[in-house]
């Protein structure tokens, strides 16, 4: 019994503690929350003790509408096709709030546009947006409550327009504005306070935007074919006999990467394929189809890359005779 | 029956209790002690100059300063001495760093020091650490009056800014 009584004494101080550690918000007290203040007084009267309090004034805390949005890309987006756009929306008032988020593609000064498709809440809270699974917002949607102080992650998911050119810049900016308003610092909406008290427009407006920075990433691939003859007498003339040696460069411009890169050429008519001569940036590969990631017959021969980086080139040689 | 011996009890207490402050209320009737609240607002006028007015209490929000008025009357025929008024801070709203008549208290009023004062004594509050106090520390003010003499009266006011 002596022990519990311990154990509640021990409690109730770690609680005193921690209440009084709980660092102030940034929106201030809570909205809702009521201010009362009494004073008392001792005093003596001729020789006798009295004392006296005051009425209790009350009074009631007002909801500050007040919103921050930053985006939560390191650096600008790439964009290959479509890309996803990080956001989080801050509850900088304090009252529990929820604001209408609206994506606006039509940036000026950028390269081009691109089309949003969607804007999503991070419903699993995971920061990184889950199809299917991360909820949708409707055209002109708002984010659920956010509480004082809490910030919610948006995603923003847009499309390249065709023909975008590598490298070129876009931007999306996404606005949050409170749901139970927007306006100049001090306009006041009555009564639709959390609490019971008003809502009143704090120094942000009520409403808040940020920028989130697109790149477009084109990638491109450009095959250059080369062929150097050796004749049997030594020379470079293409008579029959002479061995053609063809050389053919698969070079990867722009950003970004691309898969199952293959390159193939055909045995030109009227020459035959020399068995042994096929070689990938300089390393003979064997002409069966087999382990290694090259093949050639008299049909023709191929070489499978798989997946390349742009800034990257690769060269196969194969040769043939001149029947 | 339990129920019953219970409240004759506490009728007895009561009964005590009353008597016990019945000169004290007596005098409480002859010295009061009135409390009002305002908020200070800026208003700007047509001319785009802005001043500062006092309003009720209609809107407030965090950052608003408040002004706290105690009003105090002695209409009794004795002099009133010692008089001792003491406001807890509610915990709400932060003591204004400015000048006033009044001693203040980090501790819960256990001891009161002038408010120039504060910067020699140390709080823990837990998020900064140790520190030397500041206005915003402060959990009770108290005014002090030797003496309010018959039909005398005063005001007594703080400011403070919610949190």
């Known amino acids: ?323 | 029956m339990k129920n019953n011996a219970f409240n004759r009890a506490l009728g007895i207490a009561s009964a005590v209790i009353g008597l016990a402050l019945a000169p004290t209320a007596m005098a409480q009737d002859l010295i009061s002690l009135t409390g009002d609240v305002m908020v200070v607002k800026t208003v700007t006028d047509d001319d785009g100059i802005t001043r500062e007015e006092l309003v009720g209490p209609d809107t407030v929000v965090p950052g608003d300063r408040l002004v706290f008025t105690t009003g105090y009357s002695n209409d009794g025929v004795e002099a009133v001495e010692n008089f001792v008024v003491t406001n807890p801070i509610p915990k709400a709203v932060k003591l204004a760093d400015e000048s006033g008549s009044f001693m203040v208290s980090v501790d819960n009023g256990q001891t009161y020091v002038a408010l120039a004062a504060l910067p020699t004594v140390t709080v823990d509050n837990g998020e900064d650490g140790v520190r030397s106090a500041r206005a915003e520390d402060a959990t009770h003010i108290r005014w002090t009056i030797a003496r309010i003499t018959p039909g005398s009266n005063g005001k007594l006011t703080y400011s403070a800014i919610v949190r």
Do not use: C, R, W
């Open chain 1, 1 to 323: 019994m002596k022990y519990a009584h311990k154990l509640i004494a021990a409690s109730t101080l770690a609680i005193t503690a921690s209440a009084f550690a709980t660092p102030a918000l940034a929106g201030g007290v809570d909205a809702g929350t009521l201010i009362e203040n009494t004073a008392s007084a001792s005093y003596t009267v001729g020789g006798v003790g009295g004392s006296v309090d005051s009425n209790t004034v009350e009074i009631l805390v007002d909801e500050l509408l007040d919103v921050a949005v930053a985006t939560l890309d390191g650096g600008p987006v790439s964009a290959p096709g479509s890309a996803v756009l990080t956001f989080s929306v801050t509850n900088t008032g304090n009252g529990p709030e929820a604001f209408t988020l609206t994506a606006d593609p039509a940036i000026a000064g950028n390269d081009y546009d691109v089309t949003v498709d969607n804007i999503a809440i991070d419903t699993n809270g995971n920061g990184v947006y889950d199809e299917g699974v991360d909820t949708i917002l409707a055209a002109g949607g708002a984010t659920p409550l956010i509480d004082p102080d809490e910030e919610q992650i948006v995603f923003v998911i847009v499309t390249n327009p065709a023909g975008v050119g590598d490298g070129d810049n876009s931007q999306v900016e996404l606005l949050a504005e409170s749901v139970t308003g927007t306006g100049a610092p001090g306009t006041t909406f009555d009564g639709q306070g959390e609490g019971g008290g008003d809502a009143v427009v704090g120094t942000t407006g009520a409403d808040d935007e940020a920028l989130g920075d697109l790149i477009a990433a084109a990638i491109a691939v450009e095959l250059a074919k080369a062929a150097m003859v050796a004749d049997p007498f030594g020379g470079t003339e293409a008579v029959p006999g002479a061995v053609i040696t063809y050389s053919i460069t698969a070079s990867i411009s722009g950003s970004g990467s691309i898969n199952d890169l293959l390159i193939s050429d055909a045995i030109p008519v009227g020459t035959t394929y020399s068995a042994g001569t096929l070689t990938l940036d300089g390393a003979p590969l064997s002409d069966e189809a087999d382990t290694d990631n090259g093949q050639a017959s008299t049909a023709g021969a191929e070489v499978l890359i798989g997946d390349a980086s742009a800034g990257s080139a690769y060269t196969i040689t194969f040769a043939v005779t001149i029947d």
